[in-house]
């Protein structure tokens, strides 16, 4: 028996009176027969949410009253292989109703699907909904969605899957064809994320780009503006505005030296020029004076908050030896472990909870009250060299303080000696100085301007590098995944399919000549889509009435032909919900028909352990098959 084969062994309902009902089914094919209305479907309805179903009963959408408070659990016996495990559903009982029993422990139907495909040997992946480049969540591959493949539900008869998504149908047949693992790889998992990544940076340079040059614009030159925002065009434009400013000083001094010859006497410049250097040399000195004397400030506040910490942890050591003394009395009354009295030791050199031998007594004692003396003695003497420290410190913020004051007064005196010079220049050279000012002014904005789109540029640059690791990682990777895609053969995975319909309908016309007048089925399956065509038409715009019927029972066949072929994953059962009538003609007329290519099938030595289970109405005289009756028929009332 194939590990991968999955089979319903029993299937029960247990009614809120505490009775149950119940089916048995074997290995082989399966016939559930009864008149219309006896429960068939209801019972499949039943199974189907034992197989993960996240509904809160399943009977919740049925249109008879009162069906979901008849039965409050249900159970079905697997098979999988050699090993036999009874799941279980109680939809009435609190805490259990989002939860599937397996051999009693509970799981969630989630938990219990990714139980199911392990056991099952079907590897559980991840899939494109639409295109991979979306960046759309890959949704997981789903046992309920292999489900509707495998189980045909009476309602779900005008479609290869009725209501079921094209990705999620293609993805579902290349899981059974063995392909999904190799489609839906880590490694095209990981390109497509890595792709993605790149695809949002280079939008994000993009646009970085263009905004940058949007806003960049104003300050280039006009002869740099048709060429954009980049390296070299800011260089050129922070090259042209250090001329500028470099022209706009020399000016500067220019006009100030020609107002000084003219406004002051010969005998007055060189002490002019001499208190300009001094002026020069003040306005270092209070630079460094202000600059030591914060850093002395500094410094005394940090030790001053050093002091207050060894104030406060000397404050808690005499608080812990004042504990100390308190408590050094109390015994222990109680077990640490199980908190029942001590009862006293008879050996009074031993310890009476551990009873090891107990150390002389001036140890003991002595102990912690040395190691807290210890601690004492060293925090006070850290507090008093803090002390001594602050001292030294409050002499040095003094001192700076005052050197920083005598270097104000000399900057002050040099300013009042030179206020009549500049009064004197000003009147004759104050329009062209604010107006070398003004233009200076401009030229440092500009500067600064440059400077922040210099720096906006090392971000591109950053995202340029970023693309590129990324494409390096990209490159390998892709020619992995090409290359492993080059390797599947969709041609001869699709033929397996197609063999298996084309042979149900093969074994139809061996039962009832010109049964399938149309040609064979072709099956197409490529990475991304699947097509079944009759001839060259789709199959649904080529077949109508019953020939759809037959298309549909050849899909399953087809499907149920793959389970013992080596590397694919088809789990050897088909349940099948024969519709009572099928495009206004009975069914009943072809039950034996449609299903003995099936038992035949089943019967092969290859197929042991599989399994179907078709409703119907009679199957009579069909040999082969094991028969599940349902007789009451269910009246609404």
Same mark, same amino acid.
């Given at each position: 028996m194939s590990a991968s084969f999955l089979s319903i062994r029993t299937l029960e309902r247990r009614l809120a009176t505490g009775n149950v009902e119940s089916l048995t089914f074997k290995p082989g094919v399966n016939v559930f027969v009864g008149r219309p209305n006896t429960g068939k479907t209801k019972w499949l309805q039943t199974l189907d949410f034992l197989l993960g179903d996240t509904g809160a009963n399943p009977y919740e959408q049925s249109n008879e009253e009162g069906l979901a408070a008849k039965y409050d659990a249900a159970a079905a016996t697997l098979c999988i292989a050699d090993e036999t495990f009874r799941i279980e559903r109680r939809w009435r009982e609190t805490g259990a109703k989002g939860k599937v029993f397996v051999d009693d422990e509970g799981m969630l139907v989630r938990d219990f699907q990714h139980w199911l495909m392990e056991k099952l040997g079907i590897p559980l992946l991840n899939f494109p909904r639409g295109n991979p480049m979306s960046g759309q969540t890959w949704p997981e591959l789903s046992f309920r969605t292999l489900l509707r493949h495998i189980f045909r539900q009476q309602r779900f008869w005008s479609g290869l899957v009725d209501q079921q998504a094209d990705t999620e149908q293609h993805a579902s047949l290349l899981l059974f064809l063995g392909l999904a693992e190799r489609i839906y790889s880590e490694d095209y998992g990981k390109l497509v994320n890595l792709k993605l990544k790149s695809m949002r940076l280079r939008a994000r340079r993009e646009q970085y780009s263009e905004t940058l040059n949007d806003l960049a614009s104003g300050l280039l030159d006009s002869e740099d503006a048709p060429l954009g925002v980049n390296e070299a065009t800011v260089t050129a434009a922070m090259k042209r505005l250090r001329d500028t400013v470099e022209r706009l000083h020399t000016r500067r001094g220019e006009v100030l030296a020609a107002a000084s010859n003219i406004s002051l006497p010969a005998s007055d410049r060189s002490r002019v020029t001499e208190l300009g250097h001094a002026r020069a040399a003040a306005l270092e000195e209070v630079t460094a004076a202000r600059q030591k004397r914060q850093g002395a400030e500094d410094r005394l506040a940090e030790v001053r908050r050093y002091r207050a910490d060894l104030a406060a942890e000397i404050e808690r050591m005499g608080r812990v030896a004042d504990a100390s003394q308190l408590l050094a009395d109390l015994k222990v009354t109680h077990c640490p472990a199980c908190d029942q009295g001590i009862i006293p030791y008879l050996k009074p050199d031993h310890c009476f909870v551990c009873h090891q031998h107990l150390p002389e007594e001036p140890e003991i004692s002595g102990l912690g009250e040395v190691r807290l003396r210890f601690e004492q003695d060293r925090l006070n003497a850290e507090l008093l060299e803090a002390e001594e420290l602050i001292s030294v410190l409050e002499r040095d913020v003094d001192k700076q303080t005052e050197a920083s004051r005598a270097a104000d007064e000399k900057l002050r005196?040099?300013?009042?000696?030179?206020?009549?010079?500049?009064?004197?220049?000003?009147?004759?050279?104050?329009?062209?100085? /604010?107006?070398?000012?003004?233009?200076?002014?401009?030229?440092?904005?500009?500067?600064?301007?440059?400077?922040?789109?210099?720096?906006?540029?090392?971000?591109?640059?950053? !995202?340029?590098? =970023?693309?590129?690791?990324?494409?390096?990682?990209?490159? &390998?990777?892709?020619?992995?995944?090409?290359?492993?895609? #080059?390797?599947?053969?969709?041609?001869?995975?699709?033929?397996? !399919?197609?063999?298996?319909?084309?042979?149900?309908?093969?074994? !139809?016309?061996?039962? #009832? &000549?010109?049964?399938?007048?149309?040609?064979?089925?072709?099956? $197409?399956?490529? #990475?991304?889509?699947?097509?079944?065509?009759?001839?060259?038409? #789709?199959?649904?715009?080529?077949? +109508?009435?019953?020939?759809?019927?037959?298309?549909?029972?050849?899909?399953?066949?087809?499907?149920?032909?793959?389970?013992?072929?080596?590397?694919?994953?088809? &789990?050897? !059962? /088909?349940?099948?919900?024969?519709?009572?009538?099928?495009?206004?003609?009975?069914?009943?007329?072809?039950?034996?028909?449609?299903? =003995?290519?099936?038992? $035949?099938?089943?019967?092969?030595?290859?197929?042991? +352990?599989?399994?179907?289970?078709?409703?119907?109405? /009679?199957?009579?005289?069909?040999?082969?098959?094991?028969?599940?009756?349902?007789?009451?028929?269910?009246?609404?009332?």
């Open positions: 005196t040099i300013e009042v000696e030179l206020a009549p010079a500049r009064r004197a220049v000003a009147a004759v050279a104050q329009a062209d100085v /604010s107006a070398i000012d003004v233009a200076l002014g401009k030229a440092a904005e500009r500067q600064r301007q440059m400077d922040r789109v210099a720096a906006a540029l090392e971000l591109g640059k950053s !995202l340029t590098e =970023q693309v590129q690791a990324l494409e390096d990682e990209i490159n &390998p990777l892709q020619e992995k995944v090409d290359e492993a895609n #080059r390797s599947v053969d969709f041609n001869a995975a699709a033929q397996k !399919l197609e063999d298996g319909m084309n042979a149900y309908l093969a074994a !139809l016309n061996a039962q #009832r &000549p010109e049964t399938w007048k149309h040609s064979p089925v072709e099956v $197409d399956i490529s #990475r991304s889509t699947n097509s079944f065509r009759v001839g060259r038409k #789709r199959w649904q715009s080529a077949l +109508g009435g019953t020939d759809s019927l037959y298309f549909l029972m050849a899909y399953q066949y087809g499907l149920l032909s793959l389970s013992p072929v080596p590397g694919m994953h088809y &789990p050897g !059962l /088909s349940i099948i919900d024969v519709p009572g009538e099928f495009s206004g003609e009975e069914v009943k007329d072809s039950e034996n028909f449609i299903v =003995q290519p099936f038992i $035949d099938l089943l019967a092969e030595e290859a197929f042991e +352990g599989a399994q179907l289970i078709i409703t119907g109405a /009679s199957f009579e005289g069909l040999k082969g098959v094991h028969v599940q009756k349902q007789t009451h028929v269910h009246v609404a009332r």
